[in-house]
Nanobody, 121 residues
Framework: QVQLVESGGGLVQPGGSLRLSCAAS????????MGWYRQGPGKQRELVAT???????NLADSVKGRFTISRDNAKNTMYLQMNSLKPEDTAVYYC???????????????WGQGTQVTVSS
């Protein structure tokens, strides 16, 4: 009943930029914390960045100064601006969100299907 769809991935050269988007749709009353995670080849999934409805952010040390997370609450959409990309940023990037579907209901956590980001020359 809630779908998270990522877009914006692709192939980019080292030093380049990409902007990922995550659009939430379906039966949504409110979205609390949203976040980006990534899983590189042969690695465990790791947290990249999170953002609260009020705009407070938390970024992994490995991306601080290069990545920016933002959201548009009116559009139920989250973004990840990635600059100065490095080969080690290569991964599938996943969107994650805590969603409540009706007033007084319970929060549920949802994942998107992921979008591939490849940084290579």
């Amino acid at each position: 009943q809630v779908q998270l769809v990522e877009s914006g991935g692709g192939l980019v050269q080292p030093g380049g930029s990409l902007r990922l988007s995550c659009a939430a749709s379906g039966v949504i009353f409110s979205i609390n914390r949203m976040g980006w995670y990534r899983q590189g080849p042969g690695k465990q999934r790791e947290l990249v960045a999170t953002i609260t409805p009020g705009g407070s952010t938390n970024l992994a040390d490995s991306v601080k100064g290069r990545f920016t997370i933002s959201r548009d609450n009116a559009k139920n959409t989250m973004y990840l601006q990635m600059n100065s990309l490095k080969p080690e940023d290569t991964a599938v990037y996943y969107c994650n969100a805590d969603v409540i579907q009706q007033y007084g209901g319970s929060w549920f956590n949802y994942w998107g299907q992921g979008t591939q980001v490849t940084v290579s020359s």
